[in-house]
Structure formats: structure tokens, C-alpha cells
């Protein structure tokens, strides 16, 4: 018990340090500057976007990973799991080496008025990348914890795959979708190396208090950084209690 | 009814092989095999839930194999039920029929009566994951049964209850099959429950059919060393058929048989509650051409009988008798005892490498 | 299927198209740039740090969570779980806070000597902070993995609890702490956004990524990145096939 | 050799209470009752793996509650047998010998012997996933007999295995208590399996137990209405005892019974094996005071014997005969049947709350 106490002090300690830190005054101040609010409604707006486009392009795939076993299927599994362990700015050049003009592909994005360095687009293609194995791997657990038998078992009771899906999985993992969509968007908004490389402008909330803090030092990034902080706490809590709820079924 | 026409299939590391199976209408059909020997795949196939890779399945005389799973107006009942958790016992009940072109109302109608027959009344409102055991299995039965469908398929319907339950599951089991005129196909390890339940049945083992026929033949004339182990069929020793008699190896023992096989060598086998006990009060079987005295060596209680084994010369027997021979007969081990089995009870298989 | 497709092609193309993108000559070259290989070695050895000191701290709690039931466990799991959510630049910042002169605790840090602002003191703890939950959820999973009643049939055989860890439950485990170090090491390595308010000097690989991003354009972060993401694809591959064989007893 | 003495414990949502045992040196004591009955938690307490909040667990006299697991001498065989799957079958049995002050020559000599007994000897290299299910019990036994614990502690030890092994591991374990004269304390659901195995036992229901001693007393005199059930007891019908005499209750029968029991109203119980056929060439116990004439409306198989129901008047009777009654008596339903039993086997006993 002794021993774990460092680990728990050192994720509690800086947190709680700086969010009573900054006097409610200068909270409150903070609310008023109309940069902070644009960049923390940006920032949670352009992670949604990303969580909701994980939600549409990831659903199918997860259920593949869980329901089917096809070769190969350990390399796409890794390749899912792959964004975690790139280095944030990497990932940025990564996308924004997509973008280039000297490539084909690149051409055809900006032939399709596609702009990546700079733009909304680019911040929630960069979104996307680091936040889809959180919304994956959630909804695949949800998948492999219903247990096939019970589709089966709909079947044979004269339900095609369509009405099965309906009616019996969706059912049982539309909280493990909710809950998938919401890590990817906390994941979202918490990324800044890859993001400030592929758009400094328009600025999201992280870059705002990277900014803040270069140029102004400690003391006046960190109103911005509670306020966003506080956000993040929000989505947590919510996350914390719908992962319970989700695994309510599967005891 | 159901017939699979030599169906084969195979997984990695097992295999199912020429499966030909015929399950007739009102059939109460057992498909009969200790855990892996492939009873449950079978079940599957029928249900169309596995493809299989050569062979026939037909039902009614007509190809079945392309017809999807949820088109063959056959229900799966499984092993732990598979109730949808997320519906209400009501809502699990009436799952399937909108897919059926039942109404409404004769829905709830069915409903009903499937309520009053399985006792439902009550819980029609809860969870699934309130429920005891045996009250998740009603609930299948009645999800499957509201539907009318051709053939019910029972995947070790008793295996995933409490001893408590299982009487009274046995014969709900049994009232269904005889009240609905259904043809039942069930799955199971247990010959106990096999005996009390089917009329006819497959004995599988390693994916493959040993015998199959009547409930009745496989428990008294199993045809391999295998089957004859797994209905209980006790006293096997090796035997030799000699002028219609059988001779035991190793042993000046000759033993008469009603029915004379027609190989040379194979081997005996009698029931052990074939074996009766020669004494004052206990049975006087009318006929008794094979008798033996011997000493009881060894007195075992096995619940409502007691396994008893007699050794007289170079042969042992093992007998079941009931439990009330030991207070009234003074059965012991040391005592002696004269044993006799009817002609009718020895039986003679060939032993089959599977 | 083919719904899965654009997931996976966002998650390879821009990382092949960047690492085939600079030519061998361009990538040798980086190589003899002392500057670079000192910040790769510098991100690798106070990662390494930091996945060890993960281990050395994170192995009890991690036991006590698995095997324990106590009042506030799902508060420390959540704890445990917050530094995925916390926004990188505000982890940085958080860290920075406990440091300043101005309280109790800042004070005794720099009496004692410890330096955080721009000192590899800071970057490992910063790193740690990122990189703890990998290691203990990873190796919690394992400790679950063990039935306990492997871990009391051994004291029915007579063994004391040390005696049952030694022999029973570490033998059984130990896979899933490599694991937890290399999950934890290879999350440390890829952290830029924390790093870089902590400490732009020492400079990590990341950090020198983004310098000579913004300073010479996308062209001269390319072999860099190419090089770090070698090394963590390295990583990465250790760690899948590492995971295969820690699952491998409990079929 | 050890005692439980009013232990209670409360779990959230259950409670063992007010526990009572002795188990007796070389017993073969078995702790029987329902899943969920709280019996694997009463080894688990015996075994020091749960602290119990009140009461005292003597050993041999003394005080063992404080004892840490690892010093009492005991040893533990899980239902699933729990061998640490990453050392092979020989250094899982010898795993625990340094701890009992067992030297090395001393332990490969203990290995080797068990080894024979326990027919291990080619399979001492695997590992444990690569056994069958009888196989891994059988290491599991060595694990623990090699020790030679004062007490060997039983979880389940037949209901993990297929029903293949069931008869073979049924016999070793038997053959264990007998040639090691070891004292044995095994939990069950099945009381088949009690009644070959155990001497003395215990009735757990509900964290309580119902009834406690010779395992043919439990068997023969359950003294509430649920070990009367869980027992197989049948024909269990509300009585009123008048003049030494057993009036069925909505009924005019009167039924002689040798044990006069001090109450007034209760239950009555007959075992359907003791229910007798009076027929020619069937059973003709000497002294049959208790005869019933009456119709034959059910006959259900269930596997060696029959369950045959009887119609007397208003009361219905359950007997269980052998099989080849059907054969070489006719027995079927609607046929006319002459049933009797005698005093001994007609049991009274009051109903109980749990």
C-alpha cells in the first residue's frame, strides 16, 4: 500500500497543484478572453468531429476484428494499435508529407479543394489518426463481449443478420459505441505535438497554452490550462460512469 | 423428417466424417457422446449455423444445406439458454414472432398459454439475469416452442441445471415431446437422461457414428466395446463362439445366449442389474440356465443400489442390486453367494477399433 | 470490409509515404549528426528511465488493484487512468507548478537540489506521469490472469506469500512487466507536447523534430522523424510479439 | 481431529451460520447440499483461506484459527485442480516438499511411489495443459499426498470430470481413504457419489446445516422435508401419527411403521427401491405389513431401473424397480400391481423451515 502511494501522488499532486493555483478571479477573467473560449470550442468541436468519423469508419471494422478471423488479422490489429506509440510530432509530419504537391495523391487532394497544413480539415485528420484505437478497441470489446450465441440464437428464431444486428447487438454495444466516440474525443482534445505541427492556426485549446506559456510564461497559461483541464475531468467522469453501465450486462 | 446423407466436415484438429443419420417425425432423437466426440457440431449443421463440406442435409425429403439458418422453421435451444439479456422474459418469449407472420394476437395468445403450461406467469416481467436456472430454460423452451417450429433441437438441455432441477426439467422435457407431437433432437452425455427421454438415438465418438437405432437396443445390444462401456454395460470379457455357446477366455466357463451371433471371437457383456442374487426372498427368475456360486468380494453403495462383485473361479461379476438386499438379504463381502443372468442378458459385440 | 478500409489506410499511408519519402543518402547523413543521435539516445534513456521507475512503483499498486477490494479502488483506478485524458501541454504545465519557489513543497524540491524546469529530473517525471497507466493496466491484466486460487494452492502446499510470488505468481507475470516497460518506454518516447514545457534543453527527438520543423520546413524533420519512428516501430514489434507469449499460459 | 465450533460469517448477500462439525480421524466426512449452499466456503474456511468472524475451529483440540493456511497440515484439491501451469506434472507434485522438511531423496522417493499409484509415470514431463481431466486430478491428489497432509480436503473432486472418468476417479479416491487411512473431508452436490465415498456427512442448506451424521442415516432418515428431498426420497406425503400408527393425511390409509417418532403431525417418506412388487417371480419380502392394490399409470425408464408410478385409491406411489421387470413382468401402465413395503422403510420426519 506504502509503495504504491508515490504513483498516486505523483498523478494527484501537479493536477490538483495547479487547478487551485490560479485565484477564481483570474478563472473568471479567463472566461472572458474571447480567444480561450473560441480555442476550447474548437478544440472540443474539431475532437467530436474526429470521434464521430472514428464512430462511422471504425464500427465496421471493429466488428469484423471481433466476429470474423480472416489472415492477416493480427497485422491490421497492430496496425490499429500503432498510432499510440508515435511520436506526436511525427504524426504530423507524417500526414503533412500526405499533403505535399510534389505527389500524386497530393495533387488530388488539393484538385478536390483538400487543404491539410493549416486547416480544420488537417487538425481533425490528425485527430482521427491518434484517436481511433481508443474508439476501436472499446467497441471491439463491446462486440466480443456479446456472446455469438446469442446471434445465433436470434437467428434460428427467424431473424436475418440485418434484423440480429438490430435488435440484439446494437442493443447490448450502443454504450460501448457512446463510450468509444467520447475516449476518442478526450483523446482528441488532449493531443498538441501532432496538431501544432500540422496547424498552429487555427489554434486549438492545447496550442493556445503552449503559446501562452512561451510567451508569457507559466502564470498566464495555466487560467487556460485549468479551464481546458476542467473539460477533460467532465468527459472523464462522464466516461467513468458510462463504462460501468456498459458492462452492467456482460456479469 | 431430418436426414443427413454422409455430411463431413472438418476443423482444424478434428473432424466430423460420413455422418448418414435418419430423424423420423415424433422422434424424441438423442445424439449420444462423451464432451469433444462431436454431438454439439452436429446440432449446429442441422441448425445451419456450421456449413458443412460434402454431403447432404434434407429435411422432409427436400436439399437443405443452401437454406439460411433463420428460414428453416427449426429452433436451437442451447446449452446455457442464450436469452437476450436485454429484454424482458416477455419480450424474449415473443422475439421471433414478427418473423413467422404470427399476429399480435395470437402472439400474446400463445403466449399465454405457453405461460400457464411452463409456469411464467410471474416472472414475465423480469431480466433474464434474475432468473434460477431452470426457469432460463423454460423461458428458452417457450421462446422456441411459441414459434411451432418443425423440429426442436436441445443442446445438453440438462447438463447447465442444479440436481434440483433436473427431475422436474426431465419431465417437462418429456410432457412437451409427448403433449405437442414434437419431433425433438437432443444432445447429451448423460444415458440416464437418454433412457428416460428418447426413443431412438446415434451413439458419436471422434466425430464419427458408432451405432444408432432404437434407445432401447443401443442400451441392451451395443454393437462395439465403446458403446457397450458408455450405456454401462458391465461384465465384458473377451469370448469365444463356440456351437452356438459362449466360451470365456481364459476359462472352462461355457455361458448360454439367446441370440448366437455369427462371428467367431468378440466379447460378452451383461448388465450388471441383469445379474440376480439366488436366495430366499430375493428374485427367483424362471429360467436361470447360467448360474455361478461364488464369494461377494467387494460391496459398493451407489445411492438407491449397491455394485456388488462376485468371484467365483477365474471370472469376476459385478452385480447392481438394490440397496435393500444389504438390511434384508445380509449382504457382505466374504458371504456366498449364488448368481444367475437369463440367456436374454448376454450380449455379444464384435470390438470396433473406434 | 471495405468500410474498414479508409481507417487503415489513414493509419499506413502517411507513414509509409514519409518514411519512404527521404532518399537512403538523406537518411545516412542524419545518422552522422551528432545532435540527432544524442537526442534519440537522450529519448530512449530517460524513457528506459521512466518505463523503470514505472516498474520499480507500479508493480504494487498494480498487484494491490488486481488482488484487493478496498473502499476508493475506483477512485485510484480512475486516477490511474486520468493521464491519458489530462492535455499534454497541461501536463507539462501541471508539473511545472509543483516546482515554483513560491510554495512549501517547491522549495523543499530545490533544497534538496532537485531541479525540475528544464532538467532530466523533470522530463522523467513528466514521462512517468504519461506513461504509468500502460505500465500498471498491463500488468494489473496480468496479475488478474493468475486464478487466485493458483496463489492458494501454493500456501495450502505449505509456501508463505513471498514464497507463492516468487514461485507462482512472478513466474506467471513477468512477461506482462516486460511489457509494461516496453508499453510505458515507447508511450515515454512518443510524449512531445509534456516534454517540451518542461524542457526544450536537454532536447529530446521529439522536440528536435519540431525545432527544425518550424525552423528549416517539413524537407529536414523528415529523417528524424523516419529514425525515431524506426525505433519505436522496433519497440512495437517487440512488444506484439512479447504480448503473444504473455498471453500463452492462460488459455 | 477437527472441529468446527459455532462458526458464522457474513458475505455480502450471504451467511454461513452457527456451523457445528466434528470430523473424526480416517472419516470420510462429505459436506453435501445445493450449489450456492455455502459448502466450498466451509472447506475454504477449514483450509484458513477465509477468516471466519465468530466461533472456534479446534484441530486435534487445539485452536487452529490463527493458523497461518501454509502451517496446518492440511491440503486442498480445487474442483479444478489449480496446477501452476508453467512447471511440468513432476515439479507441480514436488512443489511443496522443502516446505514440509521433506529432503530430495525422501521426495523423488515419495514421487516415484505415487507416481505408480496414481499411473502418472509417462505423463511426469508435460505440462498441465496438455492433460486430460482425470489426469490433472490425479496430479493434483500427488501434489497434495505427497506431503502427507493430516487431512486431505475435497472441492467438487468428481464434477470437473467427463462422465468417462467419472467411475475411475471414484475408485481412486475410495482407494485413497482406504490404503492411506487418511481422513477426508469432501464437498458434493451428488449424493450417488456421497453414498460410495463418505461415512459421515453433513447437510448444508442455506449456510446452515440441516442434518448431520451416519451418511445411511442421512440417507435412510432424513429428518426434514428438504434432506428428504435432496436425498432422493420419494412418496413424501403429510402424515398425522395416531396410537403408534401412520395416517396419511386427505386419505383413510393407515401404514404400520417401526420407528414411532414423538411428534404429531408430519411428514411420511418411502425410497422408491423400497417400494416392493408383489408378483410371481418378483420380490417376496417375508413380512409385508404395508399392501396396497392398485393401477400402474406411468412407467418411465431411467436407465438400470424404472420409475414406475402406482394409483392406490387417492394416493399415488413412486417405486423404482430393475429394468428386467419390464420384460419378464409386463410391466406397463394400466395394469393392475400389488405393491408393499415394510415398517423399516417407512420414514417419518418433521417438516423444517430450511
Known sequence: ?251 | MIRLDNISLTFPGFAIENIDLTIREKDFFALIGPTGSGKSVLLEIIMGLIPFSSGKLLFKEKDMGQTPVEKRRLALVYQDFALFPHLSVAHNILYGIRYHGIKKDEGHKRLDDLTNILGLKRILDRKPHNLSGGEKQRVALARALILNPAVLLLDEPLSALDPEFHGEAKNLLKQIHQDMGMTIVMVSHNFGDVMYLANRGAVIHQGRICQTGDITTLFEKPDSLFTARFVGMKNIMPARILQGNVRIEGSDAVIETSVVPDIEQGYMGIRPEDIVLLSQGADNPGNSANRFCGTITRVASQGMFVEVRVESGSLNFEAAWPRRYLRDLQIAPGREATIAFSPQSVHIFQHQPY
Open chain 1, 1 to 251: 500500500m506504502v509503495f504504491s502511494l508515490p504513483v498516486i501522488l505523483l498523478l494527484t499532486v501537479p493536477l490538483i497543484k495547479m487547478t487551485t493555483g490560479p485565484s477564481l478571479a483570474m478563472l473568471w477573467e479567463t472566461l472572458g478572453d474571447k480567444d480561450v473560449l473560441l480555442a476550447i470550442a474548437r478544440s472540443l468541436g474539431l475532437s467530436l468531429t474526429a470521434g464521430l468519423l472514428a464512430f462511422a469508419f471504425g464500427t465496421p471494422l471493429s466488428y469484423l476484428l471481433a466476429r470474423k478471423d480472416f489472415p492477416g488479422k493480427k497485422i491490421i490489429e497492430g496496425i490499429i494499435d500503432l498510432p499510440v506509440m508515435i511520436p506526436h510530432p511525427v504524426v504530423g509530419i507524417a500526414i503533412l508529407s500526405l499533403a505535399g504537391r510534389t505527389h500524386a495523391f497530393g495533387r488530388f487532394l488539393s484538385g478536390m479543394g483538400i487543404e491539410i497544413m493549416g486547416t480544420r480539415t488537417g487538425i481533425v485528420t490528425v485527430l482521427i489518426f491518434v484517436g481511433i484505437p481508443f474508439y476501436v478497441n472499446t467497441v471491439k470489446a463491446g462486440f466480443e463481449s456479446v456472446p455469438v450465441r446469442l446471434e445465433y440464437a436470434s437467428r434460428t428464431l427467424g431473424a436475418g443478420t440485418f434484423e440480429t444486428f438490430r435488435r440484439v447487438t446494437l442493443p447490448l454495444t450502443w454504450r460501448h459505441m457512446v463510450l468509444g466516440i467520447i475516449m476518442c474525443t478526450a483523446r482528441a482534445i488532449s493531443e498538441f505535438g501532432a496538431v501544432v505541427i500540422v496547424a498552429y492556426h487555427p489554434m486549438t485549446a492545447p496550442v493556445m497554452i503552449y503559446e501562452r506559456f512561451t510567451a508569457y510564461g507559466l502564470k498566464y497559461s495555466q487560467p487556460v490550462a485549468v479551464w481546458l483541464i476542467l473539460l477533460s475531468l467532465a468527459l472523464f467522469i462522464v466516461l467513468r460512469m458510462m463504462s460501468r453501465s456498459a458492462v452492467q450486462y456482460h456479469r
